[in-house]
């Protein structure tokens, strides 16, 4: 038997309803944002950097003479404070090494702003000479390196063609015919001339080949020579003359006019010509006067070999 099963029939599909918000009545204007293009690196403005001063170097403002007399005190201070430490230690004193680290420190500010108290250079020149027991050999083998020396610096001023040598041409410090009127004076004496040291033919053969190629460092050599031997050269010839030649001033210690004055007149050119330097040339020349104090110092000593 069929059973008949009622499907009821599909209801209608409804229209849906009308939304005003799903169908607006006007069109949407859509834009598009373009972001701009990034400058390059190079246009970009760059913030300003504080502006960096070089330092200033010591006695800089008035020129590089000055610059070598702090250098020449910067040495001489190290010199007296190596051997009051070497006395210290001789006699069995500790020192302490924070009071040591101050000194220091205020020695380097004094220096800087040129306010340091300066040492009576002659009081301590003849302090030295006091304690050396100079000989007749000794002083005869200084002055002939020393007329070695001088003979090579006055012959470079006086036959070179660069223009920073003419202005010190006749200057009156020249030396050299001085001494060769002392050494024919132990001639006849019957004092033998030796011939000159290592320490004097090494000095002016770098002499030499300096001038050739670097007017500022020969110049700073040139200076210190004439420096050290009008002030502390001078203190100790005079002492030595009188311990070994009953008192006795050789030439080499006399002038025609104030030596002052002509290293004075020397000093201003050196200034004057200075400016016209680079820092780099400056600094060649403080360095140089470092190491003319060395070689002059090593001559020094042979007064007492």
Known sequence: MLLAIAVPSAAPLRRPHHFRFLHPSRKLALSRTRCAPSLPAESQPVAPQPRRYPRQYPGEAVGVAEEMRFVAMRLRNTKRATRNKDNNRADGAEEDDES??????????????????????????????????????????????????????????AGSTDVAYVYFRKSG????????????????????IPEPSTFGSTYAAYLSELAGSSAPAFLSHYYNIYFSHTTGGLAIGKKTCDKI?????????KWD?????????????????????????????????????????????????
């Open 257 to 305: 006019s104030d030596p002052e004055i002509l290293l004075k007149d020397a000093r201003e050119k050196l200034n004057e010509l200075s400016k016209h330097w680079s820092r780099k040339d400056r600094n060649l020349c403080l360095k140089e006067a470092a190491k003319c104090f060395q070689y002059m110092g090593r001559i020094v000593r042979l007064i007492v070999s």
């Open 173 to 192: 410090l020249e030396r050299s015919a001085s001494i060769e009127k002392d050494l024919e004076w132990f001639r006849e004496q019957a004092i033998e």
């Open 245 to 253: 030649l009953e008192g006795r001033l050789l030439e080499f210690y």
């Open 100 to 157: 040591k680290e101050e000194e220091v420190e205020d020695n380097d500010e004094m220096d800087e702003e040129g306010n340091d108290e300066e040492v009576n250079e002659e009081e301590e020149d003849n302090r030295e000479v006091e304690e050396w027991m100079p000989s007749m050999e000794g002083f005869v083998s200084y002055l002939v390196d020393s007329k070695l020396v001088f003979d090579t610096v006055e012959r470079i001023v």
